[in-house]
Protein backbone atom coordinates (compact mmCIF):
# COMPACT_ATOMS: atom_id res chain seq x y z
CA UNK A 1 0.00 0.00 0.00
CA UNK A 2 2.05 2.97 -1.25
CA UNK A 3 -0.36 5.57 1.10
CA UNK A 4 -2.03 7.21 -1.90
CA UNK A 5 -5.60 6.60 -1.74
CA UNK A 6 -8.26 7.19 -5.40
CA UNK A 7 -11.67 7.45 -4.94
CA UNK A 8 -13.43 5.57 -7.22
CA UNK A 9 -12.15 2.69 -8.30
CA UNK A 10 -14.27 2.11 -11.21
CA UNK A 11 -16.58 4.82 -12.66
CA UNK A 12 -18.70 4.14 -15.89
CA UNK A 13 -20.73 6.70 -17.70
CA UNK A 14 -21.88 8.13 -21.29
CA UNK A 15 -20.52 10.23 -23.44
CA UNK A 16 -21.13 13.84 -23.22
CA UNK A 17 -20.72 13.51 -19.10
CA UNK A 18 -18.68 15.15 -16.75
CA UNK A 19 -16.92 13.11 -13.68
CA UNK A 20 -14.47 13.68 -10.75
CA UNK A 21 -11.78 11.57 -10.08
CA UNK A 22 -10.71 11.93 -6.28
CA UNK A 23 -7.17 11.77 -4.81
CA UNK A 24 -5.61 11.81 -1.33
CA UNK A 25 -1.36 12.11 -0.99
CA UNK A 26 0.37 10.34 1.31
CA UNK A 27 0.75 11.55 4.74
CA UNK A 28 3.29 14.67 4.70
CA UNK A 29 3.61 14.78 0.80
CA UNK A 30 2.72 18.53 -0.87
CA UNK A 31 3.27 17.17 -4.50
CA UNK A 32 0.15 15.64 -6.50
CA UNK A 33 0.29 14.05 -10.03
CA UNK A 34 -2.01 12.63 -12.59
CA UNK A 35 -1.32 10.11 -15.12
CA UNK A 36 -3.35 8.78 -17.90
CA UNK A 37 -2.67 4.82 -18.57
CA UNK A 38 -4.41 3.73 -21.60
CA UNK A 39 -3.84 0.98 -24.45
CA UNK A 40 -2.78 2.80 -26.95
CA UNK A 41 -0.82 5.66 -25.18
CA UNK A 42 0.75 4.28 -22.70
CA UNK A 43 1.13 5.81 -19.21
CA UNK A 44 0.99 9.41 -20.08
CA UNK A 45 1.79 13.06 -17.51
CA UNK A 46 -1.22 15.06 -17.36
CA UNK A 47 -0.68 17.59 -14.90
CA UNK A 48 1.02 18.31 -11.35
CA UNK A 49 0.29 20.63 -8.56
CA UNK A 50 2.26 21.41 -5.41
CA UNK A 51 0.85 22.97 -2.44
CA UNK A 52 -2.21 23.76 -4.66
CA UNK A 53 -0.38 25.54 -7.68
CA UNK A 54 0.40 24.00 -10.70
CA UNK A 55 3.78 23.48 -11.30
CA UNK A 56 3.67 21.49 -14.35
CA UNK A 57 1.63 20.32 -17.66
CA UNK A 58 1.65 17.82 -20.30
CA UNK A 59 -0.79 16.66 -23.09
CA UNK A 60 -3.67 17.51 -20.46
CA UNK A 61 -7.10 18.08 -23.35
CA UNK A 62 -8.58 21.24 -22.39
CA UNK A 63 -12.13 18.95 -21.23
CA UNK A 64 -9.97 18.47 -18.45
CA UNK A 65 -9.13 20.05 -15.30
CA UNK A 66 -7.43 19.36 -11.91
CA UNK A 67 -7.04 21.27 -8.55
CA UNK A 68 -5.71 20.63 -5.38
CA UNK A 69 -6.93 21.71 -2.30
CA UNK A 70 -6.23 23.28 1.16
CA UNK A 71 -5.98 20.11 2.38
CA UNK A 72 -3.90 19.08 -0.34
CA UNK A 73 -6.15 16.13 -1.59
CA UNK A 74 -6.58 16.79 -5.35
CA UNK A 75 -9.20 16.55 -8.01
CA UNK A 76 -9.60 15.71 -11.84
CA UNK A 77 -12.21 16.79 -13.28
CA UNK A 78 -13.24 15.32 -16.81
CA UNK A 79 -16.23 16.58 -18.97
CA UNK A 80 -17.64 16.46 -22.28
CA UNK A 81 -16.38 12.69 -22.14
CA UNK A 82 -15.67 10.51 -25.15
CA UNK A 83 -15.11 7.05 -26.37
CA UNK A 84 -11.49 7.63 -26.05
CA UNK A 85 -11.46 9.01 -22.62
CA UNK A 86 -12.02 5.76 -21.25
CA UNK A 87 -8.02 4.97 -19.62
CA UNK A 88 -6.99 4.32 -15.91
CA UNK A 89 -6.42 6.89 -14.55
CA UNK A 90 -3.49 7.34 -11.80
CA UNK A 91 -2.67 10.11 -8.97
CA UNK A 92 0.18 10.17 -7.34
CA UNK A 93 1.83 11.87 -4.96
CA UNK A 94 5.81 12.75 -3.57
CA UNK A 95 6.88 15.12 -0.54
CA UNK A 96 8.36 17.98 -2.87
CA UNK A 97 9.15 18.85 -6.01
CA UNK A 98 12.14 19.93 -7.90
CA UNK A 99 13.35 20.51 -11.70
CA UNK A 100 14.39 16.96 -11.26
CA UNK A 101 13.12 13.65 -10.23
CA UNK A 102 14.91 13.46 -6.61
CA UNK A 103 11.67 12.56 -5.00
CA UNK A 104 10.11 9.83 -6.04
CA UNK A 105 6.46 9.36 -6.96
CA UNK A 106 4.14 6.99 -5.17
CA UNK A 107 0.88 6.16 -7.49
CA UNK A 108 -2.38 5.07 -6.28
CA UNK A 109 -4.25 2.31 -7.31
CA UNK A 110 -6.04 4.12 -10.49
CA UNK A 111 -9.67 4.77 -10.95
CA UNK A 112 -10.51 3.18 -14.36
CA UNK A 113 -13.39 5.07 -16.13
CA UNK A 114 -15.35 3.58 -19.01
CA UNK A 115 -17.20 5.69 -21.33
CA UNK A 116 -19.79 3.81 -23.40
CA UNK B 1 12.63 15.41 -25.20
CA UNK B 2 13.21 12.62 -22.71
CA UNK B 3 12.41 8.89 -24.53
CA UNK B 4 12.77 5.31 -23.13
CA UNK B 5 12.52 2.48 -24.96
CA UNK B 6 11.47 -1.24 -23.69
CA UNK B 7 11.99 -3.26 -26.63
CA UNK B 8 10.86 -6.33 -24.97
CA UNK B 9 7.49 -6.50 -24.93
CA UNK B 10 6.31 -9.85 -23.60
CA UNK B 11 8.59 -12.05 -21.93
CA UNK B 12 7.65 -15.93 -20.64
CA UNK B 13 9.99 -17.50 -18.27
CA UNK B 14 9.63 -20.94 -16.13
CA UNK B 15 9.80 -20.74 -12.44
CA UNK B 16 13.07 -20.06 -11.38
CA UNK B 17 14.67 -18.96 -14.30
CA UNK B 18 16.50 -15.58 -14.10
CA UNK B 19 14.89 -13.20 -16.71
CA UNK B 20 16.76 -9.45 -17.57
CA UNK B 21 14.36 -6.65 -18.65
CA UNK B 22 16.05 -4.25 -20.76
CA UNK B 23 15.50 -0.31 -20.19
CA UNK B 24 17.40 2.21 -23.07
CA UNK B 25 16.79 6.42 -22.66
CA UNK B 26 17.25 9.17 -24.11
CA UNK B 27 18.15 12.47 -22.21
CA UNK B 28 19.83 15.82 -22.56
CA UNK B 29 19.90 16.17 -19.09
CA UNK B 30 23.06 16.39 -17.38
CA UNK B 31 21.19 15.09 -13.76
CA UNK B 32 18.71 12.64 -13.77
CA UNK B 33 16.59 9.86 -12.15
CA UNK B 34 15.54 6.45 -13.05
CA UNK B 35 12.60 4.32 -12.10
CA UNK B 36 11.50 1.16 -11.97
CA UNK B 37 8.00 0.52 -11.42
CA UNK B 38 5.86 -3.29 -11.55
CA UNK B 39 2.46 -3.29 -12.39
CA UNK B 40 0.63 -6.59 -11.15
CA UNK B 41 -2.51 -7.70 -11.90
CA UNK B 42 -4.51 -6.26 -9.88
CA UNK B 43 -3.50 -2.63 -11.46
CA UNK B 44 -1.68 -0.52 -9.20
CA UNK B 45 1.42 1.07 -9.60
CA UNK B 46 4.34 -0.18 -7.40
CA UNK B 47 8.03 1.77 -6.91
CA UNK B 48 10.62 -0.47 -7.07
CA UNK B 49 14.16 1.62 -7.28
CA UNK B 50 15.46 5.27 -8.39
CA UNK B 51 18.53 5.83 -9.13
CA UNK B 52 19.96 9.03 -10.06
CA UNK B 53 22.56 9.62 -13.14
CA UNK B 54 26.05 10.20 -10.64
CA UNK B 55 25.61 6.58 -9.25
CA UNK B 56 26.23 3.95 -11.29
CA UNK B 57 27.02 1.13 -9.05
CA UNK B 58 24.44 -1.62 -9.29
CA UNK B 59 22.29 -2.43 -6.64
CA UNK B 60 20.67 -5.76 -5.62
CA UNK B 61 17.39 -6.16 -3.66
CA UNK B 62 17.02 -9.77 -2.68
CA UNK B 63 16.23 -11.45 -6.24
CA UNK B 64 15.85 -8.13 -7.97
CA UNK B 65 19.14 -6.49 -9.14
CA UNK B 66 19.25 -3.30 -11.50
CA UNK B 67 22.38 -2.35 -13.88
CA UNK B 68 22.82 1.33 -14.83
CA UNK B 69 25.58 2.08 -17.75
CA UNK B 70 25.57 5.64 -18.30
CA UNK B 71 27.48 4.84 -21.23
CA UNK B 72 25.17 2.73 -23.27
CA UNK B 73 22.22 4.59 -21.57
CA UNK B 74 20.66 1.61 -20.24
CA UNK B 75 19.36 0.53 -16.96
CA UNK B 76 18.27 -3.28 -17.13
CA UNK B 77 16.82 -5.42 -14.03
CA UNK B 78 17.56 -8.55 -13.64
CA UNK B 79 14.91 -11.01 -11.64
CA UNK B 80 16.92 -14.06 -10.10
CA UNK B 81 15.06 -17.18 -9.52
CA UNK B 82 11.54 -15.83 -10.71
CA UNK B 83 8.67 -17.39 -9.39
CA UNK B 84 5.05 -16.23 -10.11
CA UNK B 85 3.89 -13.43 -8.32
CA UNK B 86 6.92 -11.75 -10.02
CA UNK B 87 4.33 -12.03 -13.51
CA UNK B 88 3.37 -8.47 -13.88
CA UNK B 89 4.10 -5.58 -16.18
CA UNK B 90 7.27 -3.45 -15.78
CA UNK B 91 7.85 -0.23 -16.65
CA UNK B 92 10.98 1.56 -16.78
CA UNK B 93 10.82 5.72 -16.43
CA UNK B 94 12.88 8.69 -16.57
CA UNK B 95 12.62 12.24 -15.18
CA UNK B 96 12.12 14.92 -17.35
CA UNK B 97 12.40 18.52 -15.43
CA UNK B 98 9.84 20.85 -16.53
CA UNK B 99 10.11 24.52 -15.38
CA UNK B 100 8.69 24.91 -12.30
CA UNK B 101 7.94 21.21 -12.04
CA UNK B 102 8.46 17.50 -13.49
CA UNK B 103 6.90 14.63 -14.70
CA UNK B 104 8.23 11.17 -15.34
CA UNK B 105 8.21 9.79 -18.76
CA UNK B 106 7.61 6.31 -18.98
CA UNK B 107 8.67 3.37 -21.50
CA UNK B 108 5.84 0.97 -23.18
CA UNK B 109 6.10 -1.69 -20.51
CA UNK B 110 7.44 -5.46 -20.51
CA UNK B 111 4.41 -8.10 -20.01
CA UNK B 112 6.83 -11.12 -17.66
CA UNK B 113 4.55 -14.13 -17.60
CA UNK B 114 6.28 -16.54 -14.95
CA UNK B 115 5.28 -20.28 -15.13
CA UNK B 116 5.32 -22.70 -13.24
Known amino acids: DSGVTQTPKHLITATGQRVTLRCSPR?????VYWYQQSLDQGLQFLIQ???????AKGNILERFSAQQFPDLHSELNLSSLELGDSALYFC???????????????FGPGTRLTVL | AQKVTQAQTEISVVEKEDVTLDCVYE???????LFWYKQPPSGELVFLIR??????QNEISGRYSWNFQKSTSSFNFTITASQVVDSAVYFC?????????????FGAGTILRVKS
Open chain 1, 92 to 106: ASSAGTSSGGLYTQY
Open chain 1, 27 to 31: SGDLS
Open chain 1, 49 to 55: YYNGEER
Open chain 2, 27 to 33: TRDTTYY
Open chain 2, 51 to 56: RNSFDE
Open chain 2, 93 to 105: ALSEAMEYGNKLV
